[in-house]
């Protein structure tokens, strides 16, 4: 059984959007395995960002995969436009529909990685029939709609559960991953590490991104 690698996927919240080229040319060649995008409605979560035309943008701008997290209500109804907007990888909340089998076999018929993500406080139990189905669980570690929180420490014993139940699952950890914390996220389980602020809030995106792969190696 192969062994899932170990991802560095910056999230571009926390990026200068005024300078969106410079800041993901640094964390490609800092090292990164894929771009975050959290994408927010301002309903799901309390807060609004992007939608598909900006992702398909900074897909353009990028050599990187692009990991888009949608953080809305009603998401059967956009991902096929972030399907074509180039998206690798599209996680869905479980929370958000009442269809999760439907949306997550629609993600694949479009030809992106269907992923499935749940909220600090719901249980595994609430994913275990679509585990066979997706690519990849994201564990939100921290209550979704804003960067720079600090990480939830019971998601570690969750990530650990789900680690046990699926071996081979690509499981990503999103919310307060920094360097002080990453190697106990590694150790739970997680392989692919969100990270926003403590990327691209430093004086070197580069340089950061560099050393956050680093230590997952």
């Given amino acids: 059984m192969t062994k899932p690698s170990a991802i560095i996927a910056p999230s571009v919240l926390n990026a200068n959007f005024l300078r969106l080229q410079d800041e993901i040319s640094a964390i490609e060649k800092g090292g990164a395995g894929l771009v975050h995008l959290d994408i927010m409605d301002g309903h799901f979560v309390p807060n609004i960002s992007f939608g598909p035309d900006i992702s398909k943008q900074i897909g353009k701008a990028s050599s990187l995969p692009m990991d888009c997290h949608l953080m809305i209500s009603n998401p059967e109804m956009f991902v096929d436009e972030f399907a074509k907007a180039g998206a690798r990888y599209i996680s869905i909340q479980a929370e958000s529909t009442h269809h999760l089998d439907r949306i997550l076999n629609r993600i694949?018929?479009?030809?992106?990685?269907?992923?499935?993500?749940?909220?600090?406080?719901?249980?595994i139990e609430n994913i275990k029939w679509v585990l066979d189905t997706v690519d990849m669980v994201l564990v939100m570690s921290v209550n979704p709609g804003f960067g720079g929180q600090s990480l939830i420490p019971y998601c570690l014993d969750k990530i650990h559960e789900l680690r046990s139940l699926k071996p081979e699952l690509d499981i990503e950890i999103d919310g307060g991953v920094k360097l002080s914390n990453i190697l106990d996220a590694k150790k739970a389980g997680a392989n692919i590490?969100?990270?926003?602020?403590?990327?691209?809030?430093?004086?070197?995106p580069e340089e950061t991104c560099r050393e956050f792969v680093n230590q997952v190696k």
């Fill in 108 to 123: 694949r018929e479009l030809g992106a990685k269907p992923a499935v993500s749940i909220n600090p406080a719901t249980p």
């Fill in 193 to 204: 590490f969100v990270v926003g602020s403590a990327i691209f809030k430093t004086e070197s």
